[in-house]
């Protein structure tokens, strides 16, 4: 082998290093915060929390957004109630379906105080990203008095409703060219609510004139919202779902579109 050519395969190979190192320590400052607060299911078998939580690792958990935040140098905590402590602590905020009374006899709701001091601290450029749930499986009557600040609100509706392993009935692809979509063609969506959007508020995918996703740059922050909890272990890769299916890639853009609106503290 030439030298030239032995020259050429060392400079990729640490160019690819680099890069990876460079990604890595990128992000090494930045803290993601999932919410326990307002979803806080108790599983019943082991008296611990569980259901959307970096710790579940089982269909029911975001284990695996997990591995894919701290795969890019950040570092992932679990929330309690959020206040301006807590959240100046944090670089994205992460809530996902508050509970229900059917979830939670005693949920803890979304009030006027916790929507204030969010709201300020996006606007102060913190990052939030709310996956809510379909109609009968979320709590929107306090959730949406925060969407609202955010020119959002979800309806009580449940869209991209899925028979058994009929899969394709959750299939979204017609996709925008936007960053979440980047190199995607396919994802999966199931039991879905919409959106409303006003003001600056602007949707990412439509279907069928329904908003399925929303974002809205807010004051030096940013939001992104969508009905459903999404992109959890049971349909981020393919233990069930076909391998049409690319919702690794998609969450793997979106984390990179989130981190991309952090600013270091």
Request: with cysteine; hydrophobic share 35%.
């Amino acid at each position: 082998m030439g030298k030239s050519k032995v020259f050429k395969m060392n400079f990729l190979f640490f160019s690819i290093i680099l890069s990876v190192f460079i990604e890595h320590n990128l992000y090494s400052q930045q803290v993601i915060g999932l919410d326990n607060w307002y979803n806080h299911e108790i599983n019943a078998k082991t008296g611990k929390p569980y259901h959307y939580l970096w710790t579940d690792t089982a269909f029911s958990g975001y284990s695996r957004w997990g591995n894919i935040f701290t795969g890019r140098g950040t570092k992932i905590t679990t929330l309690g109630r959020p206040d301006a402590g807590v959240l100046n602590k944090i670089n994205i905020y992460i809530i996902v379906d508050p509970d229900t009374t059917t979830e939670n006899p005693s949920p803890n709701y979304l009030m006027p105080e916790d929507i204030a001091c969010i709201k300020r601290w996006v606007e102060d450029g913190g990052v939030i990203a709310i996956l809510a749930n379909d109609g009968p499986n979320c709590e929107f009557t306090h959730l949406n008095e925060l969407m609202k600040q955010f020119g959002m609100t979800f309806n009580h509706v449940t869209l991209h409703p899925v028979t058994g392993t009929n899969f394709e009935m959750g299939a979204s692809t017609n996709l925008p060219d936007h960053p979440i979509f980047r190199g995607v063609t396919k994802i999966y969506i199931k039991e879905v609510s919409d959106i409303n959007i006003l003001g600056n508020a602007k949707s990412i995918l439509t279907e069928k004139g329904k908003v399925l996703m929303a974002e809205n740059k807010f004051g030096k922050g940013y939001v992104f919202a969508i009905g459903d909890p999404w992109i959890y272990n049971e349909y981020i890769d393919h233990d069930r779902l076909p391998e049409s299916f690319e919702n690794r890639k998609a969450a793997e853009n979106l984390t990179d579109l989130l981190l991309g609106y952090t600013k270091k503290k």
